[in-house]
T-cell receptor, first 113, second 116 residues
Framework: DAGITQSPRYKITETGRQVTLMCHQT?????MFWYRQDLGHGLRLIYY???????DKGEVPDGYVVSRSKTENFPLTLESATRSQTSVYFC????????????FGQGTRLTVV | AQKITQTQPGMFVQEKEAVTLDCTYD???????LFWYKQPSSGEMIFLIY??????QNATEGRYSLNFQKARKSANLVISASQLGDSAMYFC?????????????FGKGTHLIIQP
């Protein structure tokens, strides 16, 4: 199916563990993004990528790592999960210019205990 | 400084009334795009409407319109004849001409509740 999909949808992990959230899009969109959504903060940009092998930090990158070896995939890794990283994570992609809306995945609800 | 400011954390509106959700933005770019997204309780992000900085007319999409006042840097969303299904979080967002590199910057959102 065409679209942007995230996996897993729900994840519970322990403090200190490494966890990877997956994001896959089928449109070959150049731009991909990871956001976290927390009550009172809206969506905050963690990392973004303008193309394969090009990534850069957003507003809240600490504690996260990304890679983009293929255009369609943009995994987000929490190297050593902390309770403050409990959040809903959204992946998004944009295929064109300023007038092009972002398409979002369904979100991953991550709980760090 | 906040790039996108939504000053209404929550709003209660009677069904069938019109609703205005406020959004102000801050950019030094001449070319930018403004977006509104809806997030119902199910969690998905739904694109509603887009306004380009060079668009002379306000954008409209069905019951949604965007009241764009460029000099005031405001991009308010207007929902006409509200329905119960309009109850959701609404986010204003901006994309700047420096490119997708800066991504889409979101405001903190407005929680809209439509009352019967």
């Amino acid at each position: 199916d065409a679209g942007i999909t995230q996996s897993p949808r729900y994840k519970i992990t322990e403090t200190g563990r490494q966890v990877t959230l997956m994001c896959h899009q089928t449109w070959s969109h150049s731009y991909m993004f990871w956001y976290r959504q927390d009550l009172g903060h809206g969506l905050r940009l963690i990392y973004y990528s303008a193309a394969a092998d090009i990534t850069d930090k957003g507003e809240v990158p600490d504690g996260y790592v990304v890679s983009r070896s293929k255009t369609e995939n943009f995994p987000l890794t929490l190297e050593s999960a902390t309770r403050s990283q409990t959040s809903v994570y959204f992946c998004a992609s944009i295929g064109g210019g300023l007038n092009t809306e972002a398409f979002f995945g369904q979100g991953t609800r991550l709980t760090v205990v | 400084a906040q790039k996108i400011t939504q000053t209404q954390p929550g709003m209660f509106v009677q069904e069938k009334e019109a609703v205005t959700l406020d959004c102000t933005y801050d950019t030094s770019d001449q070319s930018y795009g403004l977006f509104w997204y809806k997030q119902p309780s199910s969690g998905e992000m739904i694109f509603l409407i887009y306004q380009g900085s060079y668009d002379e007319q306000n954008a409209t999409e069905g019951r949604y319109s965007l009241n764009f006042q460029k000099a005031r840097k405001s991009a308010n969303l207007v929902i006409s004849a509200s329905q119960l299904g309009d109850s959701a979080m609404y986010f204003c967002a901006m994309r700047e001409a420096r490119g997708g590199a800066d991504g889409l910057t979101f405001g903190k959102g407005t929680h809209l509740i439509i009352q019967p």
